[in-house]
C-alpha cells in the first residue's frame, strides 16, 4: 500500500540526486513538459464545455484535418520550452520542418520530438488522447539547432514519456532508470507517483491491430496475428483483441496489463502509419524500461537510424516474448514460402 506521497517534482529531483554531474537542466525540462500538460489536460477537461472540439478548418503537414485541440497542444508545448534555454531545436507532428528555437534562447542542450496530440480522432467522442515526447542531448556544438540534433537513432534517447488524457490524467516517463507513472491530481494541480518502476509481463493478455486491414498485410504477417489469436497450431493461447485506435490508450494498457500492439506495414502504408521519431522511439524506450521489447516487426527500432523528421516505420510493441514471438513467426513464414515444399505447416 503507497502511504508516501510524492510529486513528479520530488521523483526526478531524487532520480537526479543519483547523478553527481547532473546540471538539473534535464529534470526542469521534465518539469516544463509536465506543466504543458497539465494545461492541455485543463483544456481537453473544458472542451466539451468552451466548444473547441471539431476541426481548425485547415490540414496539418500529413494532410489532416487539424483538430482546435491539436493546434492549441502544439502551441502550447512550443510556448512551455523554446523559451527556457533548454532546448535547441523541437520537432512536432504538427510543423513540417524543425521548429526554430529564438536565437537568444538556442543555445539548449537538449533537442525535444512530440506528438502534441496522438490519437486525435477520439476526441471528439471523448476517448483516450495523448501527448508522446522524445529528448536526445544536441549533437551540434553550439547556436541553434539543426537535423543533426533530432534525427538521432532512438537508443541516442536521453528521456522520454506520454501523458495520456483519459479517465484520468497520467504522465508515464523514463530517463533510463526504469518507467515510472504519475497520476495528476486535479485538485491539487500535482502529479502523484502511482505506477512505481512499471514492469510489463513477459507474455500478454491482449493483442492491439486494426484488423480491417488484414487483406492489406502481407503473408508473413497474417500467420503472425492468426497466431496471436489462437489460430495456429503452436500451442500460443488465444489472445483478447483490443484496439482503441489511439496508440497512447492502447500502448497504456498493454503496458500495465500486458499485451502486444502492432501496425504492420501493409499495402496502404508500405512503411507502416505510425512516425518513428516522436511516437514510436519514445515508446519503445519506455517499453524496453519496463522489460518489453519493440520493433518494426524484425529490427529493434531503438536501433533505427533516422533520415527523415516524419519519416513512417511498422511498430510491434509490448511483451517482450509476444514480441519475439511475431519476429519468429515472421522470419518462420518467409522462410517456408522461400524454402523446400516439405516444411511442416504450422
Ligand atoms: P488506424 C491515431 O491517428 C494514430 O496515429 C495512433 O494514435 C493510432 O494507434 C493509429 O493512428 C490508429 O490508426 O488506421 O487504426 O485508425
Not at 229 to 237: E, F, I, N, T
Amino acid at each position: 500500500m503507497q502511504t508516501s506521497v510524492t510529486t513528479i517534482e520530488r521523483f526526478i529531483l531524487d532520480q537526479e540526486d543519483r547523478y553527481p554531474e547532473a546540471t538539473g537542466e534535464l529534470s526542469n525540462l521534465l518539469y516544463d513538459i509536465a506543466l504543458a500538460s497539465k494545461i492541455i489536460a485543463a483544456a481537453i477537461r473544458r472542451a466539451g464545455l468552451v466548444n473547441i472540439l471539431g476541426k481548425a478548418g485547415h490540414q496539418n503537414v500529413q494532410g489532416e484535418e487539424q483538430q482546435k485541440l491539436d493546434v492549441f497542444a502544439n502551441e502550447t508545448i512550443k510556448n512551455c520550452l523554446q523559451h527556457t534555454g533548454r532546448v535547441c531545436a523541437m520537432g512536432s507532428e504538427e510543423d513540417e520542418d524543425i521548429i526554430p528555437v529564438p536565437p537568444e534562447y538556442a543555445a539548449g542542450k537538449y533537442a525535444v520530438l512530440f506528438d502534441p496530440l496522438d490519437g486525435s480522432s477520439n476526441i471528439d467522442v471523448n476517448s483516450a488522447v495523448g501527448t508522446i515526447f522524445s529528448i536526445y542531448r544536441r549533437v551540434s556544438m553550439h547556436g541553434r539547432g539543426t537535423s543533426s540534433d533530432v534525427l538521432q537513432p532512438g537508443c541516442k534517447q536521453v528521456a522520454a514519456g506520454y501523458i495520456m488524457y483519459g479517465s484520468s490524467t497520467m504522465l508515464v516517463y523514463t530517463t533510463g532508470q526504469g518507467a515510472h507513472g504519475f497520476t495528476l491530481d486535479p485538485t491539487i494541480g500535482e502529479f502523484l507517483l502511482s505506477h512505481p518502476r512499471i514492469v510489463t509481463p513477459r507474455v500478454g493478455t491482449y493483442y492491439s491491430v486494426n484488423e480491417s486491414n488484414f487483406h492489406r498485410w502481407d503473408i508473413e504477417m497474417q500467420t503472425a496475428v492468426r497466431g496471436l489469436k489462437g489460430d495456429l497450431s503452436d500451442g500460443v493461447s488465444p489472445k483478447n483483441s483490443r484496439y482503441i485506435g489511439s496508440l497512447v490508450g492502447d500502448f497504456h494498457r498493454n503496458l500495465v496489463a500486458g499485451g502486444i500492439f502492432l501496425y504492420p506495414a501493409d499495402t496502404k502504408n508500405p512503411k507502416g502509419k505510425l512516425r518513428l521519431l516522436y511516437e514510436a522511439s519514445p515508446m519503445a524506450f519506455i517499453a524496453e524500461q519496463a522489460e518489453g521489447s519493440a520493433t518494426d516487426g524484425v529490427q529493434r527500432i531503438l536501433d533505427i537510424m533516422p533520415t527523415d523528421l516524419h519519416q513512417r516505420t511498422p511498430l510491434v510493441i509490448g511483451s517482450r516474448e509476444d514480441v519475439g514471438y511475431v519476429a519468429d513467426t515472421l522470419r518462420r513464414t518467409a522462410a517456408r514460402a522461400s524454402g523446400p515444399v516439405s516444411q511442416p505447416a504450422l
